[in-house]
């Protein structure tokens, strides 16, 4: 007889099925009209209905099942009785039946802390700028992202009415990443994605030493990791402290799967223990391939500028 799945593999299971439904609700927000934004910090750091619904969402359902987890989420919401409509309880099957790599299989539910961004590249989303938008839910153990989930709610909103609208990607480091077809960009390109939101001098001093074939400027970490994965660009470059733990986690974990690699601007590893700060304070750089091809151009002022 099989045994039973272990803690990680079951948390993802249900991670995955959250990350659906969270979809859903993103795009219900939007059928409705009312987005509800609100500014946080600046005209650019925006929230809206959807990442408050989709956080209780994912947060309250994650506590239920799995009670002893750390949960570190975005958005600072007040505690409030949940609508049973934003509970998920569900696994997703094909996850359940397989394998968990043999050095996570002993891991307890209080040893996991889970990263969740509920809306990903949030800007973009008011502007209708959708195929940016992502859910993320990154899951570390001993500060390193092992599994996460991606859910791209308008995954093929462009390609007509009879499409299946959104798609939800999953990776687990010594399982490997599914989802979505992995391809590389063409041998010898250079092309970089970078912040459609929040450029700076030092942005643009970091993209200019690498020589870049084309830049991207688009929203959200998810989305960008996506667009490696999929061989539209070679690099995501972010020389500036702007994005933050639960924007990289999942997303690393989906790159590293797959051979890539997601540092900060340094070439240090990120950290994702439940004390660390929040802020990458040394920014990104994250690759599928080539990554020291990358990482050799960074000027040391840029360095300087961004201390971790």
Same mark, same amino acid.
């Not at 994912?58 to 949960?71: D, E, G, H, V, Y």
């Not at 949030?122 to 940016?132: F, I, W």
């Not at 402290?241 to 986690?249: L, N, Q, S, Y």
């Given at each position: 007889m099989a045994s039973s799945p272990t803690v990680l593999m079951r948390l993802? /299971?249900?991670?995955?099925?959250?990350?659906?439904?969270?979809?859903?609700?993103?795009?219900?927000?939007? /059928?409705?009209?009312?987005?509800g934004i609100i500014e946080k910090t600046c005209a650019t750091d925006l929230q809206t209905k959807a990442d408050r619904l989709v956080q209780v969402s994912?947060? $309250?359902?994650?506590?239920? !099942?799995?009670?002893?987890?750390? @949960?570190i989420g975005e958005e600072d919401l007040p505690p409030e009785d949940v609508d049973q409509e934003l509970i998920e309880d569900g696994q997703w099957e094909e996850i359940l039946k397989q394998p968990c790599p043999s050095q996570y299989s002993a891991i307890k539910e209080e040893d996991l802390v889970v990263w969740v961004d509920?809306?990903?590249?949030?800007? #973009?989303?008011? #502007?209708?700028?959708?195929?940016?938008?992502?859910?993320?839910?990154?899951?570390?153990?001993?500060?390193? /992202? @092992?599994a996460g989930v991606i859910n791209q709610p308008y995954y093929n909103y462009q390609a007509g009415p009879d499409a299946v609208l959104g798609r939800t990607i999953w990776g687990v480091l010594g399982l490997?990443?599914?989802?979505?077809? =992995?391809? #590389?960009?063409? /041998?010898? !390109?250079?092309?970089?994605?970078?912040?459609?939101?929040?450029?700076?001098? =030092?942005?643009?001093?970091?993209?200019?030493?690498?020589?870049?074939?084309? &830049?991207?400027?688009?929203?959200?970490a998810g989305n960008k990791i996506i667009q490696l994965i999929e061989g539209k660009a070679s690099?995501? &470059?972010?020389? $500036?402290?702007?994005? !933050?733990?639960?924007?990289?986690?999942?997303? #690393?974990v989906i790159l590293h799967a797959v051979g890539g690699k997601l540092t900060d601007i340094h070439g240090n590893a990120l950290q994702y223990n439940k004390e660390v700060k929040h802020m990458n304070s040394a920014g990104v750089l994250a690759t599928l391939r080539n990554y020291d091809y990358y990482a050799s151009r960074v000027p040391q002022s840029v360095k300087n500028a961004l201390v971790p």
């Open positions: 993802v /299971a249900s991670a995955y099925s959250i990350a659906q439904k969270a979809g859903t609700i993103v795009r219900r927000v939007i /059928a409705e009209g009312d987005l994912i947060c $309250s359902s994650l506590a239920r !099942k799995f009670p002893k987890l750390t @949960i509920p809306l990903d590249g949030t800007k #973009e989303y008011t #502007e209708g700028l959708l195929d940016n938008v992502t859910v993320l839910i990154g899951i570390a153990y001993e500060g390193k /992202a @092992i490997g990443a599914f989802g979505f077809q =992995l391809k #590389e960009v063409p /041998a010898g !390109k250079h092309i970089i994605t970078t912040t459609r939101s929040h450029n700076s001098q =030092l942005v643009t001093d970091c993209i200019t030493a690498m020589n870049p074939d084309d &830049v991207l400027r688009v929203g959200g690099a995501y &470059v972010f020389a $500036s402290p702007g994005c !933050k733990k639960w924007d990289t986690c999942a997303p #690393e």
